[in-house]
């Protein structure tokens, strides 16, 4: 497979195109961004931890039956995944109240739901990802109803494994987010599963092991993303 120009440069990622039309190649950054851009820098290390989690995470839920775009793992940054059209929303997994939730709602967070909540946002960096419900999504034409049934089913079946995942090595998942695919009329699971777009907490002292750290200035950034690595046994 050969790498062709640069197709794409997002906040976390670049894409580049290859020979083949229905692959692509994803190049994780270092570059940290928060609130729609307007907090920017930088976090050692971080491109090579979030493509080495998100490969091996991808590849458990491929064995319980949860397509993904992965392709195959090039280097430590880059990886070879089939070229989706993501479909236009952010899908978001609460297991804890944390965040814009916790704000929306006046709950304090680290409380404990007592189900795991599914929300939708359109992805729409203009209107800052604005939180929206199937019928919107049936009504804008973002997915059809197949779609969203499939998307669903898939990312809880996500929160599962995630939740056993993570739990293993003493973090507690509070939440995440996932976006989704169309690739030959299939819906896979594409971008990225990292401590980005995970709420990571420490599970006997609640200790914030992900992005948060860099979003709220909490100090030792890089060494959060470290610890989430080789507790993981990824380093
Ligand atoms: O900010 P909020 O509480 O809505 O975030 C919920 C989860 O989704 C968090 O784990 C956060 O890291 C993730 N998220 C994300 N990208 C966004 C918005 C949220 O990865 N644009």
Known sequence: MEKREQLYEGKAKKVFATDDPDVVIVSYKDDATAFNGEK?????????????????VFKLFEKAGVPTHLIEEL????????????????????????????KRMGVEEGRELLCPILEFSYKNDDLGDPFINDDYALALGLATKDELAKIREYTLKVN???KEYFLQANLKLIDFKIEFGRFHGEILLADEVSPDTCRLWDKDTNEKLDKDRFR????NVEEAYQEVFKRLGLA
Do not use: C, Q, W, Y
């Open 40 to 56: 920017k820098g930088t976090i050692v290390g971080k491109g090579a931890i979030n493509n080495r989690m998100t490969n091996h």
């Open 160 to 162: 599962e494994i995630m």
């Open 75 to 102: 280097n430590d940054r880059e990886t070879a995944v089939k070229k989706v059209d993501i479909v236009p929303l952010e899908v978001i997994i609460r297991n804890v109240a944390a965040g814009s939730f916790s």
């Open 216 to 219: 709220r200035d909490l100090g």
